[in-house]
């Protein structure tokens, strides 16, 4: 069974995407905060984080270069998971070198699509 982190600080976009995963047969891992982010992938190496970026303390774009920056962690494909969707917002997002990107709110399809081709590909 894989696992997925989801690095969220709202209660409902955490909810959703853990009742989503789990009814596809998915273990979660859940933190509020990057720097929990981070310490949870390093302590149980999950298939895949789905990263917020606004975030209390270290956004997700500093907790995905702290992931991608130990070489324990390395390998595991990270997807922003983001309500902002300007221009700049994005080529940020793109720029720090993200496996994927998935607007908010989501799409479910789209959703469960790229979690399934991340998980596979790992």
Do not use: C
């Amino acid at each position: 069974m894989s696992t997925v982190l989801i690095v969220e600080d709202n209660d409902k976009n955490m909810k959703l995407a853990r009742v989503v995963l789990q009814a596809k047969g998915y273990q979660t891992l859940q933190a509020i905060t990057g720097e929990d982010g981070v310490k949870l992938a390093k302590e149980r190496k999950p298939d895949l984080v789905l990263m917020d970026i606004q975030l209390p303390g270290i956004n997700g774009i500093e907790a995905f270069r702290r992931i991608r920056g130990d070489a324990a962690t390395r390998a595991i494909p990270v997807v922003a998971l983001t309500a902002s969707v300007t221009p700049t917002d994005r080529s940020a997002i793109s720029a720090a070198g993200f496996d994927a990107f998935i607007s908010k709110p989501i799409n479910l399809k789209e959703f469960l699509d790229t979690v399934r081709r991340l998980v596979e590909k790992k």
